[in-house]
């Protein structure tokens, strides 16, 4: 198991940076079924999305090649259901001798752990390994069954299954006596992705979306959680909502309301999932979306209003960025304009983000990058096309403090590749113009829906290969 270094650079601002749109315009993320998510932003700032879940299924985890030992969890054997948390073995035991410490060292959740193989989304690559004859290729998708990838709670009904996947997790933990850490996303806030179309949410203001929301939906999650306090969870909150209010209030449905919804439940979920096993990471769009200077401090001031809202929660960690985008680590030109973009990459960006956090009274967080599809570059016109973009490869692995950027918790895959960002055929619901455009493979079904063309490619492009 590779042991793990906290990497704390400079704080260095992306640039000067130039006028460029800030306005925001909004790029789109999307969603399955009751709400699912993939990925965008755009220019002026714009969303970004996340990973996807089929609301017959459940997408998430797997394994860092480098330092887990992924042997999948069978999930016939894992229990389910709702979970006492006063009463359930989920919260520590096993046969280890001492007990599994699970405290993170320096606070990073991903450092000396193993990261949990999500049951869910191996059964998803078997799928496709099981329609291909090319031993070469089938090879590369066993080895995409090591890889973790997040468990996403894109609706109500998707947390009957978060009791099976977190006892799977603790009885590996229990097995290899070594911490194991999940990675969760918790994504149904009442007007979900005010600014995209295949991403929309289950849950509506005007249908007492915030009731369900805080007691159909996070207290059964929070219970779950607390049940599960012997093992590290990390948690990214809610993809593409406080980033919208920084640049595309007013447009679509980003009204005023919805912004004052997104602020006050995002820091009811962060104040009531704060529990000392628990890492929480805020979304924070990525370098196409608030990369300009003006969209780095909207979004930071945002960020810490929510953050003291809920009462400066201990366990929130840090920041996600470039969930469900394309954006790569760092590069030096693209084939679409920059449009002034001072931040050419991810590295820019988090460096970027970091200093405007601190400018704001937190300078004391972290980040993690999605890097699940964001290996290949000059693959698309625009900064804000999101919706499964061909040519796309799979990036960087998890990794524990990999270096490149201020205070990098880690790379993760909090997209599953293979799960589609929205449906490409104009005509069907949830359809968006994204899903559309001349970047974007429109043989694609339904966001989180499994495409298993796509996940093809994304095992051929790899970079690094497979």
């Not at 002026?44 to 887990?68: E, F, K, L, R």
């Not at 997040?150 to 009904?157: G, K, N, P, Q, V």
């Not at 400066?312 to 973009?341: C, H, I, K, M, W």
Request: some cysteine.
């Amino acid at each position: 198991m590779a042991t793990s270094v906290a990497v704390i650079l400079a704080l260095t601002a992306c640039g000067d940076g130039g006028g460029g749109d800030t306005s925001g315009t909004g790029g789109g993320s999307s969603g399955v079924g009751a709400g699912t998510p993939t990925s965008s932003g755009v220019g002026a700032g714009t969303p970004t999305s996340s990973g996807n879940v089929d609301p017959t299924t459940t997408s998430n985890g797997t394994v860092d090649p480098t330092t887990t030992s992924s042997g999948t969890v069978d999930p016939t054997t894992t229990s389910s259901g709702t979970v006492d948390p006063t009463t359930s073995a989920a919260s520590g035991g096993g046969n280890c001798s001492p007990a599994v410490d699970i405290a993170a060292p320096n606070g990073n959740p991903f450092a000396d752990a193993h990261l949990f193989v999500d049951p869910g989304y191996v059964k998803k690559v078997d799928s496709s390994i099981a329609q291909v004859t090319d031993t070469a290729l089938k090879a590369k998708m066993e080895k995409v069954k090591q890889i973790q990838t997040a468990f996403w709670l894109d609706r109500i009904e998707a947390i009957k299954e978060l009791p099976a996947y977190l006892d799977a997790a603790l009885k590996l933990q229990n097995e290899l006596c070594e911490p194991v850490t999940a990675l969760i996303v918790v994504y149904d806030l009442p007007n979900r992705d005010c600014f995209a179309e295949a991403s929309n949410g289950e849950l509506h203001l005007d249908q007492n979306g915030t009731q369900r929301y805080r007691e159909e939906y996070i207290a059964p999650i929070k219970q779950i959680l607390a049940a599960h306090s012997g093992q590290r969870i990390a948690a990214v909150i809610e993809p593409d909502s406080l980033p919208n209010i920084a640049t595309n209030l007013g447009g679509k449905r980003c009204t005023e309301e919805t912004a004052q919804s997104y602020r006050d439940n995002v820091a009811h979920t962060l104040k009531e999932l704060n529990m000392p096993h628990v890492y929480q990471y805020i979304d924070a769009a990525h370098s196409g979306w608030l990369g300009w200077p003006d969209n780095q401090k909207k979004g930071a001031q945002i960020f810490a209003e929510v953050i003291k809202a809920a009462g400066s929660p201990a366990s929130v960690r840090g920041f996600a960025t470039n969930v469900a985008n394309y954006t790569q680590l760092s590069y030096s030109s693209e084939s679409y304009d920059q449009q002034d973009n001072p931040c050419f990459g991810e590295f820019d960006y988090v460096d970027a983000m970091a200093s405007a956090l601190s400018a704001e009274g937190l300078g004391d967080k972290h980040f993690i990058i999605d890097t699940s599809r964001n290996g290949v570059g000059n693959i698309r016109a625009d900064w804000g096309y999101w919706c499964n973009n061909k040519g796309a490869g799979m990036g960087e692995r998890p990794k524990a403090s990999p270096g490149g950027a201020t205070n990098l918790d880690a790379f993760v895959w909090v997209k599953p590749p293979g799960d589609s960002d929205g449906v490409g055929q104009e005509g069907q619901p949830r359809y968006d113009l994204f899903c559309g455009k001349e970047n974007a493979d429109t043989r694609a079904p339904q966001a989180g829906q499994w495409f298993h063309d796509y996940f093809v490619e994304c095992v051929k492009n790899a970079k690094p290969a497979l």
